[in-house]
């Protein structure tokens, strides 16, 4: 019982001391986003929580070796890791080479023309779309990041501000789609043979597979 009692503690205990990293990397940087809103007008929060998620609150390996606080690729001469993420002189470098890509490269560019310096939202889906993230839940994360710590609060809104509402992309479900299927044409096959082992038609099969002709070979692949 004790042993579990004492593990439940450590535990528990990782978990404030990640909150309180959390929270201490956000006051270390916030200043520095705050200024780059000013400058730029990107949501000082968006900048935070982008940072937050792409290097674990300043934890990552690519952080604590290479100053990368965005998961920016490119060449970097640290010989402590071998890494394919550039290297920054420090922190602040690499807060404002986030800014810069989104300043000077396509479509990036094209969001500020869209979103103000408060709609964290629209400027995280938007940066989403854009491909700065493969993962579909990459937004729905870093909007999670900004909730959880308030990261709004620095963006300054105005009183009344109304917040856009935006509905969280749909993943469209695949349970009722159909897949196509593959079928290797073995020897004596003919389409009225593979029609009646797939359930479906010659007709169906031709159409299918653009065919003029019924004519097989075997190994020939056919989609049904």
Excluded at 137 to 155: F, H, P, R, T
């Amino acid at each position: 019982m004790k042993k579990i009692l004492t593990f439940c503690l450590f535990l528990l205990t990782g978990m404030i001391a990640k909150a309180q990293d959390t929270d201490n990397y956000i006051a270390e940087h916030v200043a520095y986003a705050q200024g780059l809103m000013h400058d730029y007008k990107i949501p000082a929060s968006v900048i935070l929580a982008v940072a937050i998620h792409e290097s674990a609150a300043g934890n990552s390996k690519i952080a604590q070796h290479l100053n990368n606080h965005f998961g920016v690729k490119g060449p970097n001469n640290n010989a402590e890791i071998r890494s394919s993420y550039r290297d920054y002189l420090n922190a602040d470098e690499s807060y404002s080479h986030f800014v810069e890509i989104m300043e000077t490269r396509e479509p990036f560019n094209n969001l500020f023309e869209k979103y103000d310096q408060y709609d964290y939202k629209g400027w995280t889906y938007g940066i989403r779309r854009c491909g700065y993230a493969r993962s579909r839940s990459w937004a729905s994360q870093v909007i999670g990041l900004i909730k959880k710590y308030e990261l709004y609060q620095y963006d300054e809104r105005p009183e009344g501000y109304e917040e856009p509402v935006y509905a969280a992309p749909v993943r469209r479900s695949t349970k009722n789609r159909r897949r196509t299927k593959i079928y290797t044409v073995k020897s004596g096959d003919n389409l009225s043979i593979i029609a009646k082992k797939k359930g479906t038609t010659v007709k169906a099969l031709m159409q299918k597979n653009g065919m003029k002709k019924a004519n097989l070979k075997p190994g020939q692949r056919i989609k049904f």
